[in-house]
Protein backbone atom coordinates (compact mmCIF):
# COMPACT_ATOMS: atom_id res chain seq x y z
CA UNK A 1 0.00 0.00 0.00
CA UNK A 2 1.56 3.41 -0.79
CA UNK A 3 1.59 5.51 2.52
CA UNK A 4 -1.09 7.47 3.23
CA UNK A 5 -1.42 11.06 2.57
CA UNK A 6 -3.34 13.30 4.24
CA UNK A 7 -4.42 17.20 4.29
CA UNK A 8 -4.59 19.51 7.54
CA UNK A 9 -5.26 22.96 7.37
CA UNK A 10 -3.11 23.69 9.72
CA UNK A 11 0.85 25.45 9.99
CA UNK A 12 3.34 22.21 10.14
CA UNK A 13 6.13 22.09 11.21
CA UNK A 14 9.30 19.45 12.01
CA UNK A 15 8.84 18.17 15.45
CA UNK A 16 5.17 19.05 16.00
CA UNK A 17 3.00 16.18 17.50
CA UNK A 18 -0.51 16.51 17.62
CA UNK A 19 -3.73 14.41 18.07
CA UNK A 20 -5.49 13.65 14.62
CA UNK A 21 -9.18 14.55 14.26
CA UNK A 22 -11.71 11.59 14.92
CA UNK A 23 -12.50 11.40 11.07
CA UNK A 24 -9.09 10.81 10.44
CA UNK A 25 -8.39 9.18 12.98
CA UNK A 26 -11.52 6.53 11.84
CA UNK A 27 -10.42 6.88 8.31
CA UNK A 28 -7.30 5.69 9.00
CA UNK A 29 -7.60 2.70 11.46
CA UNK A 30 -10.32 1.39 10.27
CA UNK A 31 -10.60 1.92 6.56
CA UNK A 32 -6.75 1.86 5.33
CA UNK A 33 -6.06 -0.44 8.38
CA UNK A 34 -2.91 1.35 8.80
CA UNK A 35 -1.14 -0.02 12.12
CA UNK A 36 0.96 2.08 14.90
CA UNK A 37 3.97 3.37 13.74
CA UNK A 38 3.43 3.25 9.96
CA UNK A 39 4.66 6.64 8.44
CA UNK A 40 2.13 9.00 6.97
CA UNK A 41 2.30 12.35 4.95
CA UNK A 42 0.70 15.74 5.60
CA UNK A 43 0.40 18.46 3.47
CA UNK A 44 -1.43 22.05 4.43
CA UNK A 45 -0.99 23.49 0.89
CA UNK A 46 2.32 25.03 1.66
CA UNK A 47 4.12 22.82 -1.14
CA UNK A 48 6.00 20.54 1.45
CA UNK A 49 5.03 17.13 2.17
CA UNK A 50 5.76 16.12 5.91
CA UNK A 51 6.11 12.34 6.60
CA UNK A 52 4.69 11.38 10.31
CA UNK A 53 5.15 8.80 12.63
CA UNK A 54 1.80 7.54 13.52
CA UNK A 55 0.94 6.51 17.53
CA UNK A 56 -2.14 5.10 18.80
CA UNK A 57 -3.27 6.01 22.41
CA UNK A 58 -6.41 4.38 24.48
CA UNK A 59 -7.06 3.26 20.87
CA UNK A 60 -9.11 5.57 19.36
CA UNK A 61 -6.75 8.78 19.58
CA UNK A 62 -3.99 9.39 17.34
CA UNK A 63 -0.72 11.17 17.56
CA UNK A 64 1.50 11.81 14.77
CA UNK A 65 5.05 13.74 14.87
CA UNK A 66 6.35 14.85 12.13
CA UNK A 67 9.80 13.99 11.62
CA UNK A 68 10.84 15.43 8.18
CA UNK A 69 9.67 17.97 5.06
CA UNK A 70 10.29 17.92 1.60
CA UNK A 71 9.27 20.56 -1.12
CA UNK A 72 7.76 18.94 -4.00
CA UNK A 73 8.08 21.05 -7.20
CA UNK A 74 6.69 18.46 -9.53
CA UNK A 75 3.52 17.56 -9.24
CA UNK A 76 2.07 20.95 -9.34
CA UNK A 77 1.01 22.86 -12.94
CA UNK A 78 3.33 25.75 -13.83
CA UNK A 79 0.02 26.61 -15.31
CA UNK A 80 -2.62 28.26 -13.28
CA UNK A 81 -6.30 27.09 -14.40
CA UNK A 82 -9.45 28.59 -13.32
CA UNK A 83 -12.46 26.19 -14.19
CA UNK A 84 -16.01 28.02 -14.46
CA UNK A 85 -18.24 24.83 -14.19
CA UNK A 86 -21.78 25.37 -14.90
CA UNK A 87 -23.41 23.63 -12.10
CA UNK A 88 -25.11 20.01 -13.52
CA UNK A 89 -26.47 17.65 -11.92
CA UNK A 90 -25.32 16.61 -8.65
CA UNK A 91 -22.94 13.41 -9.32
CA UNK A 92 -21.70 15.01 -12.67
CA UNK A 93 -20.92 18.03 -11.00
CA UNK A 94 -19.07 15.33 -7.85
CA UNK A 95 -17.27 13.80 -10.89
CA UNK A 96 -16.47 16.86 -12.62
CA UNK A 97 -14.64 18.54 -9.34
CA UNK A 98 -12.75 15.30 -8.71
CA UNK A 99 -11.30 15.19 -11.92
CA UNK A 100 -10.37 18.77 -12.06
CA UNK A 101 -8.60 18.15 -9.28
CA UNK A 102 -6.76 15.41 -10.39
CA UNK A 103 -5.78 17.28 -14.20
CA UNK A 104 -4.07 20.15 -11.92
CA UNK A 105 -6.99 23.27 -11.75
CA UNK A 106 -5.98 25.89 -9.51
CA UNK A 107 -9.65 27.07 -8.64
CA UNK A 108 -13.23 25.71 -9.65
CA UNK A 109 -15.99 28.29 -9.63
CA UNK A 110 -19.74 26.66 -10.09
CA UNK A 111 -21.59 28.53 -12.52
CA UNK A 112 -25.24 29.46 -13.03
CA UNK A 113 -26.07 29.68 -16.35
CA UNK A 114 -29.56 29.95 -18.06
CA UNK A 115 -29.89 26.51 -18.93
CA UNK A 116 -28.49 24.90 -15.57
CA UNK A 117 -31.07 22.49 -14.51
CA UNK A 118 -29.86 22.82 -10.86
CA UNK A 119 -30.98 25.94 -8.29
CA UNK A 120 -28.77 25.95 -5.16
CA UNK A 121 -30.52 27.66 -2.97
CA UNK A 122 -28.88 30.80 -1.10
CA UNK A 123 -29.48 28.66 2.19
CA UNK A 124 -27.85 25.12 0.30
CA UNK A 125 -24.82 27.20 -0.40
CA UNK A 126 -22.80 26.96 2.02
CA UNK A 127 -22.99 22.93 2.65
CA UNK A 128 -22.43 22.10 -1.26
CA UNK A 129 -19.67 24.31 -1.54
CA UNK A 130 -18.54 22.27 2.04
CA UNK A 131 -19.51 19.10 0.23
CA UNK A 132 -17.45 20.36 -3.22
CA UNK A 133 -14.53 21.35 -1.17
CA UNK A 134 -14.10 17.74 0.94
CA UNK A 135 -13.94 16.20 -3.07
CA UNK A 136 -11.21 18.36 -3.41
CA UNK A 137 -9.40 17.34 -0.80
CA UNK A 138 -9.79 13.76 -1.11
CA UNK A 139 -8.65 13.78 -4.63
CA UNK A 140 -5.63 16.46 -3.72
CA UNK A 141 -5.14 13.44 -1.26
CA UNK A 142 -4.94 10.61 -3.45
CA UNK A 143 -2.90 11.84 -6.35
CA UNK A 144 -0.31 13.33 -4.74
CA UNK A 145 -0.80 16.53 -5.02
CA UNK A 146 0.42 19.28 -2.32
CA UNK A 147 -2.00 22.31 -2.97
CA UNK A 148 -5.85 21.51 -2.48
CA UNK A 149 -7.75 23.48 -5.16
CA UNK A 150 -10.19 26.56 -3.78
CA UNK A 151 -14.14 25.99 -4.90
CA UNK A 152 -15.18 29.46 -4.80
CA UNK A 153 -18.95 30.20 -4.02
CA UNK A 154 -21.44 30.27 -7.03
CA UNK A 155 -21.37 32.90 -9.45
CA UNK A 156 -23.70 33.60 -12.11
CA UNK A 157 -22.87 33.38 -15.29
CA UNK A 158 -22.84 36.81 -16.85
CA UNK A 159 -21.19 37.96 -13.29
CA UNK A 160 -18.48 35.74 -14.06
CA UNK A 161 -17.52 36.09 -17.14
CA UNK A 162 -16.98 39.90 -16.53
CA UNK A 163 -14.46 39.74 -14.04
CA UNK A 164 -10.87 40.84 -14.77
CA UNK A 165 -9.48 36.95 -15.26
CA UNK A 166 -5.81 36.77 -15.77
CA UNK A 167 -4.45 34.85 -18.91
CA UNK A 168 -6.30 33.15 -22.08
CA UNK A 169 -9.94 32.93 -21.30
CA UNK A 170 -11.88 30.24 -23.33
CA UNK A 171 -15.20 29.09 -23.33
CA UNK A 172 -15.90 25.74 -24.86
CA UNK A 173 -18.98 25.71 -27.07
CA UNK A 174 -19.36 22.31 -29.48
CA UNK A 175 -19.77 25.29 -32.50
CA UNK A 176 -16.50 26.77 -31.45
CA UNK A 177 -12.96 26.48 -33.29
CA UNK A 178 -10.01 24.07 -33.18
CA UNK A 179 -7.10 24.13 -32.66
CA UNK A 180 -7.37 26.30 -29.43
CA UNK A 181 -5.55 29.61 -29.80
CA UNK A 182 -1.62 30.09 -30.19
CA UNK A 183 -0.48 33.12 -28.09
CA UNK A 184 2.81 34.14 -28.79
CA UNK A 185 4.16 32.87 -25.07
CA UNK A 186 3.27 30.07 -23.36
CA UNK A 187 0.82 31.33 -20.88
CA UNK A 188 1.19 30.82 -17.02
CA UNK A 189 -2.79 30.91 -16.74
CA UNK A 190 -6.00 30.86 -17.75
CA UNK A 191 -9.45 30.39 -17.24
CA UNK A 192 -12.14 27.97 -18.99
CA UNK A 193 -15.92 27.69 -18.82
CA UNK A 194 -18.13 24.70 -19.18
CA UNK A 195 -21.76 24.54 -19.91
CA UNK A 196 -23.94 22.19 -18.39
CA UNK A 197 -26.19 19.90 -19.88
CA UNK A 198 -28.12 22.32 -22.02
CA UNK A 199 -25.24 23.99 -23.10
CA UNK A 200 -25.01 27.45 -23.40
CA UNK A 201 -27.78 30.10 -25.20
CA UNK A 202 -25.92 32.20 -27.66
CA UNK A 203 -26.70 35.35 -25.68
CA UNK A 204 -24.19 33.90 -23.18
CA UNK A 205 -21.95 32.97 -26.14
CA UNK A 206 -21.97 36.65 -27.16
CA UNK A 207 -21.31 37.84 -23.55
CA UNK A 208 -18.33 36.17 -23.21
CA UNK A 209 -17.04 37.06 -26.91
CA UNK A 210 -17.64 40.74 -25.98
CA UNK A 211 -15.52 39.77 -22.75
CA UNK A 212 -12.50 38.54 -24.14
CA UNK A 213 -13.18 35.05 -24.47
CA UNK A 214 -12.43 32.82 -27.16
CA UNK A 215 -14.87 29.74 -28.11
CA UNK A 216 -12.87 26.80 -28.77
CA UNK A 217 -14.35 23.19 -29.65
CA UNK A 218 -13.16 20.35 -28.36
CA UNK A 219 -13.94 18.09 -31.06
CA UNK A 220 -17.18 17.08 -33.77
CA UNK A 221 -18.87 15.21 -31.27
CA UNK A 222 -20.83 16.45 -28.49
CA UNK A 223 -19.64 15.52 -25.17
CA UNK A 224 -21.32 15.46 -21.71
CA UNK A 225 -20.32 18.21 -19.38
CA UNK A 226 -18.48 16.01 -17.36
CA UNK A 227 -16.68 14.70 -20.47
CA UNK A 228 -15.88 18.11 -21.69
CA UNK A 229 -14.05 19.15 -18.24
CA UNK A 230 -11.70 16.32 -18.46
CA UNK A 231 -11.25 16.39 -22.08
CA UNK A 232 -10.44 20.31 -21.99
CA UNK A 233 -8.20 20.14 -18.77
CA UNK A 234 -6.45 17.31 -20.36
CA UNK A 235 -5.97 19.51 -23.67
CA UNK A 236 -4.89 22.75 -21.61
CA UNK A 237 -2.29 20.71 -19.23
CA UNK A 238 -0.82 18.97 -22.44
CA UNK A 239 -0.68 21.98 -24.57
CA UNK A 240 0.72 24.25 -21.93
CA UNK A 241 1.44 22.31 -18.44
CA UNK A 242 2.40 19.75 -17.36
CA UNK A 243 1.57 16.66 -19.76
CA UNK A 244 4.17 15.66 -21.67
N1 LIG B 1 -27.12 20.13 -25.81
C1 LIG B 1 -26.04 21.00 -25.54
C2 LIG B 1 -24.79 20.23 -25.31
C3 LIG B 1 -24.21 20.55 -24.01
S1 LIG B 1 -22.81 19.63 -23.66
C4 LIG B 1 -25.83 21.99 -26.67
O1 LIG B 1 -26.42 21.82 -27.71
O2 LIG B 1 -25.07 22.96 -26.50
C5 LIG B 1 -22.29 20.44 -22.21
C6 LIG B 1 -21.12 21.37 -22.35
O3 LIG B 1 -19.96 20.63 -22.68
C7 LIG B 1 -21.22 22.42 -23.43
O4 LIG B 1 -21.92 23.57 -23.02
C8 LIG B 1 -19.76 22.74 -23.71
O5 LIG B 1 -19.24 23.63 -22.75
C9 LIG B 1 -19.11 21.37 -23.53
N2 LIG B 1 -18.98 20.64 -24.80
C10 LIG B 1 -19.55 19.47 -25.13
N3 LIG B 1 -19.15 19.05 -26.34
C11 LIG B 1 -18.30 19.98 -26.79
C12 LIG B 1 -17.52 20.13 -27.99
N4 LIG B 1 -17.57 19.25 -28.95
N5 LIG B 1 -16.75 21.22 -28.09
C13 LIG B 1 -16.70 22.15 -27.12
N6 LIG B 1 -17.41 22.07 -25.98
C14 LIG B 1 -18.18 21.00 -25.81
Excluded at 91 to 110: H, W
Aim: hydrophobic share 35%; charged share 20%; proline share 7%.
Amino acid sequence: MSTPRLYIPNPLAIGDTFTLPSSQTHHLLHVLRVKPGTSLIFFNGDGCEYEAEFKIFQKQEATVTLLKSRESKTVESRLSIHLGQAMSASDRMDFSVQKAVELGVSTITPIRSSFCQVKLPKERQEKKIAHWQAIAIHAAEQCGRVRVPSIHPPHSFMEWVALPHKGEKLIAHHKGTYPLPKPQHTPESCVIVIGPEGGFSEFEIALSKTNGFQVISLGPRILRTETATVVSLTLLQTLWGDIQ
